[in-house]
T-cell receptor
Framework: DAKTTQPPSMDCAEGRAANLPCNHS???????VYWYRQIHSQGPQYIIH???NNETNEMASLIITEDRKSSTLILPHATLRDTAVYYC?????????????FGGGTRLMVKP | GAVVSQHPSRVICKSGTSVKIECRSL??????MFWYRQFPKQSLMLMAT?????????EQGVEKDKFLINHASLTLSTLTVTSAHPEDSSFYIC???????????FGPGTRLTVT
């Protein structure tokens, strides 16, 4: 699996967009970028994933650079409930799922 | 998204006793489930892969005789911590996939405290 690099922590003002970067310069052509988050004392929550095109769902947007060496998760209007550790994971997609390797993630603190 | 439940959410047990944790996929079938462990201020670490109808696959350093995994049906996997000790105190989380390729859905976790 390709290694990812994320800043250890970030702050964001409530109501503003939170932009969380992830570097994955060794990503392979068949590897997807997945984003999960973990709110304190809860199990991780799937957010979004993509291969090369930008993706958007009800939770967030995922912007992947053209060379696929980095990506940004965007929470358009951060709320206090978005305070969590955000994990960027690069992995080949397989049917029936496959285990995930978690790095340190980015601890996002949304402040009033 | 898919729902995965865990029971119990929190358990306190005495040293030397065994504890069973259940992981259920509520609205989908999962041939494979995963068990993770998370110590305070650390990231999740995979313990084992649970395969329906066959033996679990354990990660290096995880004692298979201590952490017994049973995946008897497509919606239920159990993790039994045998002869628990205080160092087994941790947050145990299961996950299951199978809907969207590569996406895992996680349970809410079980906080185990061994006294």
């Amino acid at each position: 699996d390709a290694k990812t690099t994320q800043p250890p922590s970030m702050d964001c003002a409530e109501g503003r967009a939170a932009n969380l970067p992830c570097n994955h310069s060794t990503i392979s052509g068949n590897e997807y970028v997945y984003w999960y988050r973990q709110i304190h004392s809860q199990g991780p929550q799937y957010i979004i994933h993509g291969l090369k095109n930008n993706e958007t769902n009800e939770m967030a947007s995922l912007i992947i650079t053209e060379d696929r060496k980095s990506s940004t998760l965007i929470l358009p209007h951060a709320t206090l409930r978005d305070t969590a550790v955000y994990y960027c994971i690069v992995r080949v997609a397989k049917n029936a799922g496959n285990m995930l390797t978690f790095g340190g993630g980015t601890r996002l603190m949304v402040k009033p | 998204g898919a729902v995965v439940s865990q029971h119990p959410s929190r358990v306190i047990c005495k040293s030397g006793t065994s504890v069973k944790i259940e992981c259920r996929s509520l609205d989908f079938q999962a041939t494979t489930m995963f068990w993770y462990r998370q110590f305070p201020k650390q990231s999740l670490m995979l313990m084992a892969t649970s395969n329906e109808g066959s033996k679990a696959t354990y990660e290096q350093g995880v004692e298979k005789d201590k952490f017994l995994i049973n995946h008897a049906s497509l919606t239920l996997s159990t993790l039994t911590v045998t002869s628990a000790h205080p160092e087994d105190s941790s947050f145990y989380i299961c996950s299951a996939g199978g809907l969207a390729a590569g996406v895992q859905y996680f349970g809410p976790g079980t906080r185990l405290t061994v006294t």
